[in-house]
């Protein structure tokens, strides 16, 4: 795996007062959206009773696609919190006054928890900082304003819809919230990240001549663009990866943790395996989803697959899938591309017909996979694949999106997972569930 230098190390994540300020910020600004009923991002929305919201416009669905079709949400409001009366004078403290008796009831008692609770101690001063009001409107206004000058803010200023009301109020908050979300990363850890933002607010940028001119990269499929990540090839050298490495190293352990999966929906009668496009569906190639836009799946039995988990928690998962692809016989993924070149793809072989008779070609570079071996490769290519077996043997391979760890820096990836967590958290408050109406 490649290794990045000192000023590429991440930071520590930020838990200023700063940035739960600016998360403060970014739930009454939505929800100032909302009422004007200009756009609905209801991911940072809290509990509440529930009312309907008339949304105008909606651009979460597709990162470069501005759709102007006007549609009804359910969304939960923020409810005002209630202030808790006082009691009588003369008690201090939270509590109210209460009765003598009471009082003398517990007061023997109420020495007991004093003592556990180690009240009698001198208290030590605390170091935690009140704001009031004024206070807080002059932090986040001078995180606006320094986040706006930023290469993120000067990039979402960049949109051609900046400004006005048809602008994506996700890109609006982005420079902000990166801002406060990584106070200590600098500017020019920021320039490809800034870029990305840049082509995707602007999709009719050109890109680098290394991809417009190779005739096998799809360039009008490019739909998440990160500039300057320099030179690719279709396939790639598996030993350069530690995951490979950890992948053929645990074989037969991943082949038993499959089988024991297998075993667990047969004894359950509950089939996992689903097709998550209509491509996948038509060509009969169905997956086993462990992991979905990177994380992990509700109620799924990964006690029966403990090392495949780890080892695939091992690499910054993208936001696609990450599972077992069962292909059938006589049957392919059709020619396509993938159009984000942040992304890698390995596969490791777990059924793999014989004779050769699977295979996968990406660029002008065909391969078979072998089991207990790695493929890795770069979709931006296009590429197709075909299980041509004539006894009934299905192809099986452990598939695994990752961002890509040989270009991109550990900061860089930790800001753009931030930013596809974002987006994942406000394309489910539209109600968007599958992984193929994801663009990013």
């Given amino acids: 795996m490649a290794t990045t230098t000192a000023n590429n190390k991440l930071p520590p994540s930020s838990s200023s007062p700063c940035y739960l300020l600016i998360m403060l910020w970014t739930t009454t600004s939505m929800m100032m959206i909302m009422m004007s009923n200009k756009h609905y991002c209801g991911a940072f929305l809290g509990s509440g009773s529930t009312t309907t919201i008339t949304k105008t416009t909606s651009h979460f669905a597709n990162m470069n696609t501005r759709s102007s079709n006007p549609s009804t949400l359910l969304v939960a409001p923020l409810s005002a919190k209630k202030t808790a009366k006082r009691g009588g004078g003369g008690g201090g403290g939270f509590g109210g006054g209460g009765s003598t008796s009471t009082n003398k009831k517990n007061k023997k008692k109420g020495r007991l928890i004093s003592t556990l609770n180690d009240e009698n101690k001198p208290k030590k001063k605390s170091n935690a900082q009140t704001y009031v009001k004024s206070e807080q409107d002059a932090l986040l206004q001078s995180l606006a ?60 940028l050109p890109l680098e001549d290394e991809i417009i001119n190779n005739p096998w990269r799809p360039h009008d499929e490019i739909h998440a663009y990160m500039p300057g990540l320099g030179p690719t090839q279709p396939f790639l050298d598996p030993s350069s ?200």
């Fill in 145 to 204: 304003t320094q986040s706006a000058t930023n290469p993120i803010g000067r990039a979402v200023s960049s949109s051609p819809y900046y400004n006005t009301p048809d602008m994506d109020p996700f890109w609006e908050l982005m420079p902000s919230l990166i801002s406060s979300k990584f106070p200590q990363v600098s500017d020019d850890q920021l320039t490809r990240v800034a870029g990305f933002v840049r082509h995707t607010l602007n999709p009719g």
């Fill in 241 to 440: 990866l530690d995951l490979c490495q950890q992948l053929s190293t645990n074989y037969d352990t991943i082949q038993s943790e499959y089988k024991a999966l297998l075993d667990d929906m047969s004894s359950k009668q509950k089939d996992r395996f689903q097709s998550v496009t209509s491509m996948n569906y038509d060509s009969g190639w169905k997956t086993l989803v462990l992991f979905y836009n990177g994380h992990r799946i509700p109620n799924f039995p990964y006690h029966l697959c403990p090392v495949t988990t780890k080892i695939m928690e091992s690499v910054p998962l993208a936001g696609r899938i990450a599972g077992f692809n069962r292909q059938m016989p006589q049957s392919g993924i059709p020619l396509h591309s993938d159009g984000n070149n942040m992304w890698l793809t390995c596969q490791m072989g777990i059924t793999i017909p014989s004779k050769d008779k699977a295979w996968i070609r990406v660029g002008e570079e065909t391969k078979h996979w072998k089991e207990g071996e790695c493929l890795l490769y770069d979709t931006t290519y296009e590429h197709e694949t075909f299980n041509g077996s004539e006894e009934g043997e299905e192809r099986v391979v452990l598939h695994v999106d990752f961002f890509n760890t040989l270009k991109m820096t550990e900061v860089e990836i930790e800001i753009m997972r931030y930013i596809y967590h974002l987006r994942e958290e406000f394309m489910k408050a539209e109600g968007v569930a599958k992984v193929g109406a994801q663009i990013l």
